[in-house]
């Protein structure tokens, strides 16, 4: 074990911050206890789910036995990133298993893609929000809500669809009056990105047959390892959140997350994790996620690196390439999960992880005061829009070219893409990636939007100076109507895009803006060719 993690041990020993964790102590992490107290319901919520596990089965069962094929969950952040992990680390058992559609995005084209893929009458459509509000996920909700009922008749329309979100909310009334399937009233003691051991994560593994008394098992296992009592270094969420927390302190507060293909889902819902409950008061770890491994010498001397793999998933040509990088002398922490329904220790292992990282940044992990100012400047666009019938101009920006000529040691580069995530932008983002950590050794990340608004957009606002910012947008070459509304999918889209920009701006960071038009896939190579 390194000289720094064992710091970190010996803080956490010093301040007792396992012990007061379990004893509710708000002052682990602030002195005012709002915010706090009433947010700590993930630590035990896996010994209170597994009471109605039996009664999840059930559910998802009834569910299967009508012929479903699909599962579409319409949510953000951390009503959907959890579900996502497990629906793809498990995924469709020889086709006994419906598969699992989730649903981030206000692009028209993944919408359609969806709504493509689907046959809305073996679909069971999950609206997922903690706050009932979610403006997005309302949207969605009502168009597939209109596609439905087209497609199936009103009288039978409103069985399609569940609800999941906080008791008391405006979902979970709606979710009485439009006559939903089912309503979930989950426990608002938890916040969103803790919540995937809740019903948020549960509800859509139950319909997909997933053994969830085996799954909780895990984390029930992890949580008794996360005792008080036990020696930190066989505390596996209390040992991982010192080697964070204590990296970070010493200067490697990028999290760079190296994952087996079947768990690269994972490592965006760490990102979300780590992002919200970090990134704030200007300090905090820069999760990076999906970047591609290259030799070491593209990286600095600010990296903390992950490598995460599910046994029997490995790729030899990437066990080869964090080998190299552990010999160059850059600290590496191993995980292999057993099997899939290791999931959900490492879930509970991560939140308890960043919860005591966050003790030790002295920060709260448990809010995200920044998120709301993109919403705010979406609100104003879509404002103007209407009384002008045109989305505003944007704020003035840099060329992507000169952006990148601003990078700095320390410092990290977030792609921005609204835009329909596929195989084919994937790939030719990689490549952009990869050209500026050679160039420039600096991290990057990549957020599709609106998705990365509820993930690491608390992160670009109120994170660590330093972070440049490459906004792309592409044009809508197909629109989708929102019911309800006068504008568009398209424009509610844009809208978000230059949202974010002006909230970037108003907060003095770097932004360059670069619209791929039409053929986006020629574009992306364009700028990768240049950029750097």
């Excluded at 569910?63 to 990133?81: F, P």
């Excluded at 609204?418 to 195989?423: D, E, I, N, S, V």
């Excluded at 990057?444 to 109120?462: I, V």
Aim: charged share 20%; glycine share 10%.
């Amino acid at each position: 074990m390194s000289s720094v993690i064992e710091q970190g041990l010996a803080t956490l020993d010093r301040n007792r911050t396992v012990e007061r964790i379990w004893k509710a102590d708000h002052t682990v992490w602030k002195p005012d206890p709002a915010g706090l107290v009433d947010r700590l319901g993930w630590l035990t919520i896996d010994a209170r789910m597994a009471k109605e596990a039996a009664s999840l089965e059930r559910f998802g069962e009834q569910a299967r036995a009508g012929g479903l094929r699909h599962v579409v969950l319409l949510g953000m952040g951390g009503s959907s990133l959890g579900a996502e992990v497990i629906g793809q680390v498990f995924g469709p058992a020889r086709n006994a298993r419906p598969e699992l559609l989730v649903l981030d995005s206000t692009v028209p084209a993944a919408i359609a893609a969806v709504r493509q893929a689907i046959d809305p009458g073996k679909t069971i459509f999950l609206v997922s929000s903690k706050s009932g509000g979610t403006i997005d996920t309302k949207f969605l909700y009502s168009y597939f809500r209109s596609e439905t009922e087209a497609a199936i008749g009103n009288a039978d329309a409103g069985k399609r669809f569940v609800a999941i979100t906080d008791s008391g909310t405006s979902l979970e009334r709606l979710a009485s009056e439009a006559g939903f399937r089912r309503a979930f009233g989950n426990d608002p003691s938890i916040g969103g990105r803790y919540s995937v051991l809740s019903y948020f994560g549960l509800v859509p593994a139950a319909l997909l047959g997933i053994d969830l008394t085996r799954l909780l098992g895990r984390a029930q296992a992890c949580r008794e390892s996360c005792a008080a009592g036990i020696p930190l270094r066989d505390n596996p969420g209390a040992s991982l959140g010192a080697a964070i927390g204590a990296w970070a302190a010493a200067g490697r507060n990028k999290l760079s997350l190296i994952t087996s293909p079947r768990l690269a889902s994972m490592g965006t819902w760490i990102e979300q994790l780590v992002a919200e409950s970090t990134g704030k008061e200007g300090r905090g770890v820069i999760p990076v996620a999906g970047e591609p491994i290259g030799p070491p010498a593209w990286y600095s001397d600010d990296r903390l690196f992950v490598y995460m793999r599910l046994a029997g998933d490995g790729v030899p040509a990437d066990e080869a390439k964090v080998t190299a990088l552990e010999k160059a002398g850059h600290p590496v922490l191993r995980t292999e999960l057993r099997d899939a329904f290791d999931l959900g220790a490492e879930f509970y292992r991560w939140e308890y992880a960043i919860a005591v990282a966050g003790s030790m940044l002295k920060i709260n992990p448990f809010d995200q005061p920044d998120v709301q100012s993109a919403k705010d400047q979406t609100d104003r666009v879509l404002g103007a829009y209407a009384r002008a019938g045109v989305l505003p101009a944007r704020p003035a920006s840099l060329t992507p070219a000169a952006l990148v000529q601003l990078a700095k040691p320390g410092g990290y580069l977030a792609i921005t893409a609204f835009m329909r995530q596929t195989a084919e932008t994937d790939r030719l983002i990689a490549v952009l990636r990869r050209r500026i950590m050679e160039r420039h050794r600096i991290a990057t990340t990549l957020g599709y939007g609106p998705r990365f608004l509820h993930s690491t957009g608390q992160l670009h606002k109120g994170g660590p100076a330093g972070g440049l910012f490459l906004q792309l947008t592409a044009k809508h070459n197909e629109d989708l109507p929102i019911p309800g509304m006068n504008y568009t999918f398209g424009t509610f889209a844009d809208a978000q895009s230059l949202g974010d920009h002006q909230a970037l701006v108003a907060g003095k960071r770097q932004v360059a803006w670069f619209d791929l038009g039409g053929s986006p896939a020629k574009k992306l190579e364009e700028l990768a060719s240049t950029i750097a």
